[in-house]
């Protein structure tokens, strides 16, 4: 699986959107990106995927450039429950290998 | 939403002792997962689990760690004689397949080996 670059943390204010950048530049044709997050050690919570088309759900949407290089997360009106750490993670969908690779992430706070 | 409910919540272990940890997944769910996290440390993938069988498993799962289906609900990992170094949080997944939405967590167990 192709690795992704996060910065290691930001912040922003609560009810603002907060803006969420991933780099993979080696992502290959059949790789998605996923995003995950973690609240203070709970389980991982899936948010959004995504393959090239842009996506939106009820928690987030994911931007993912023509390149498909870099992507944004857009969590449209941070609450400070929304601090966390979020992962991006680049991962075929298909074959044998079916585990998530998360790295170090970035550490979102939401300051009121 | 349905969820993956592990237990329990925190076990605290003597070094050597066996331990069983326990997950039941989502009903409809055919790929299972067990992931730990050392305290301030990467989420790491031990083993997937699938059609009654492992499918991938990383380098941390070795022969002191097996997994079970033993009925249509549960999910165990067990570890036969605990170190140290296996204090972490144990994270329990499921998904319908390899990709959809990817694999729902659970709220983890806590192991502390003493």
């Known amino acids: 699986d192709a690795k992704t670059t996060q910065p290691t943390s930001m912040d922003c204010a609560e009810g603002r959107a907060a803006n969420l950048p991933c780099n993979h530049s080696t992502i290959s044709g059949n790789e998605y990106v996923y995003w995950y997050r973690q609240i203070h050690s709970q389980g991982p919570q899936y948010i959004i995927h995504g393959l090239k088309n842009n996506e939106t759900n009820e928690m987030a949407s994911l931007i993912i450039t023509e390149d498909r290089k870099s992507s944004t997360l857009i969590l449209p009106h941070a609450t400070l429950r929304d601090t966390a750490v979020y992962y991006c993670?680049?991962?075929?969908?298909?074959?044998?290998?079916?585990?998530?690779?998360f790295g170090k992430g970035i550490t979102l706070s939401v300051r009121p | 939403e349905p969820e993956v409910t592990q237990t329990p919540s925190h076990q605290v272990t003597q070094m050597g002792q066996e331990v069983i940890l326990r997950c039941v997944p989502i009903?409809?769910?055919?790929?299972f997962y067990w992931y730990r996290q050392i305290l301030g440390q990467k989420v790491e993938f031990l083993v997937s689990?699938?059609?009654?069988?492992?499918?991938?498993k990383s380098e941390i799962f070795d022969d002191q760690f097996s997994v079970e289906r033993p009925d249509g609900s549960n999910f165990t990992l067990k570890i036969r004689s605990t170190k140290l170094e296996d204090s972490a949080m144990y994270f329990c997944a499921s998904s319908v397949s390899r990709g959809a939405r990817g694999a729902f967590f659970g709220q983890g167990t806590r192991l502390t080996v003493v």
């Open positions: 993670i680049v991962r075929r969908n298909t074959g044998a290998n079916s585990k998530l690779t």
């Open positions: 009903s409809n769910h055919l790929y």
């Open positions: 689990f699938y059609n009654n069988e492992i499918s991938e």
